[in-house]
């Protein structure tokens, strides 16, 4: 049983900071590329930033360069995404997902296991 759940979401006023947190388990964590995906209602779910599986590369939109930055912790089972100068714009219902062996995928269609999503709310 594969599970994938996200934490840490919130609400925060425009350039605050949050932290969000996905553990997983049933899964042999360091064999996976993991990815960090949003969708804000009525819009299409956008990548956000990914890690390669071996941890050594990692990959982010134009959007939130600059701004967030994912790592990955082997020890815990865990990827995060830790999101700073945070804009209106980025609320979002936030997911992370779990590529076998992956680069670190911009292509939500790469990715095998998904969680239930955190929800991101940044007023103005």
């Known amino acids: 049983q594969v599970q994938l759940v996200e934490s840490g979401g919130g609400v925060v006023q425009g350039g605050g900071s949050l932290r969000l947190s996905c553990a997983s388990s049933?899964?042999?964590?360091?064999?996976?590329?993991m990815g960090w995906f949003r969708q804000a209602p009525g819009k299409e779910r956008e990548f956000v930033a990914a890690i390669g599986w071996r941890g050594r590369s990692t990959s982010y939109a134009d959007s939130v360069k600059g701004r967030f930055t994912i790592s990955r912790d082997t020890a815990k089972n865990t990827v995060s995404l830790r999101m700073n100068s945070l804009k209106p714009e980025d609320t979002a219902v936030y997911f992370c997902a779990a590529d076998l062996r992956g680069p670190g995928s911009a292509r939500a269609r790469e990715y095998d296991y998904w969680g239930q999503g955190t929800q991101v709310t940044v007023s103005s």
């Open positions: 049933g899964l042999s964590f360091s064999n996976y590329g």
